[in-house]
T-cell receptor, first 114, second 108 residues
Framework: DGGITQSPKYLFRKEGQNVTLSCEQN?????MYWYRQDPGQGLRLIYY???????QKGDIAEGYSVSREKKESFPLTVTSAQKNPTAFYLC?????????????FGDGTRLSIL | RKEVEQDPGPFNVPEGATVAFNCTYS??????FFWYRQDCRKEPKLLMS???SGNEDGRFTAQLNRASQYISLLIRDSKLSDSATYLC?????????FGQGTTLQVKP
């Protein structure tokens, strides 16, 4: 089955710790995205990548980092600089950033502070 | 002002009711428009695209008014299974901009 796989489903972070959220897709999509959703809020764009070895900051990139070493994979690291990391994190993909088509979403990772 | 604005609700309606959600967007350069559905603690899923001429998918009808920068979603004959949050989404150069969502609760 083609789709986007996010792991883990739930993640807990200790103070001062960096954590990495995994996102893998087998849809052969060039564009991948990371969003954050807080309760009762819409999704906000953290980072996006148009192609391998390229990525751009979204609206709320501070405290986060990404890499895109393979087309299929776009991991997100929540660093200790992100002071309010508790949220629902969603990864999405699309054929290309410039194509105004709907994005496909993974089923998300819930991150909480210990 | 938020780029995409929706009435958060909640909208509480009985089964069989017709309900309409509205959404306004501020960027006149927005190119594509969608409604997504998000169930509690789940990822958003595409409900339907919104076309300038208006479009229908079963009990769901979407309308777009570019002059007023306004999008709507009409749900007829509401089912219990329609209970969810409906997200209005617009695009600009490939990036999706999400509204905060409108919550619908359909009661028996």
């Amino acid at each position: 089955d083609g789709g986007i796989t996010q792991s883990p489903k739930y993640l807990f972070r200790k103070e001062g710790q960096n954590v990495t959220l995994s996102c893998e897709q087998n849809l052969n999509h060039d564009a991948m995205y990371w969003y954050r959703q807080d309760p009762g809020q819409g999704l906000r764009l953290i980072y996006y990548s148009q192609i391998v070895n390229d990525f751009q900051k979204g609206d709320i990139a501070e405290g986060y980092s990404v890499s895109r070493e393979k087309k299929e994979s776009f991991p997100l690291t929540v660093t200790s600089a992100q002071k309010n990391p508790t949220a629902f994190y969603l990864c999405a993909s699309n054929y290309a950033v410039t194509v105004d088509q709907p994005q496909h979403f993974g089923d998300g990772t819930r991150l909480s502070i210990l | 002002r938020k780029e995409v604005e929706q009435d958060p609700g909640p909208f509480n309606v009985p089964e069989g009711a017709t309900v309409a959600f509205n959404c306004t967007y501020s960027n006149s350069a927005s190119q594509s428009f969608f409604w997504y559905r998000q169930d509690c603690r789940k990822e958003p899923k595409l409900l339907m695209s919104v076309y300038s001429s208006g479009n229908e998918d079963g009990r769901f009808t979407a309308q777009l008014n570019r002059a007023s920068q306004y999008i709507s979603l009409l749900i007829r004959d509401s089912k219990l299974s329609d209970s969810a949050t409906y997200l209005c989404v617009v695009t600009n150069t490939g990036k999706l901009i999400f509204g905060q969502g409108t919550t619908l609760q359909v009661k028996p």
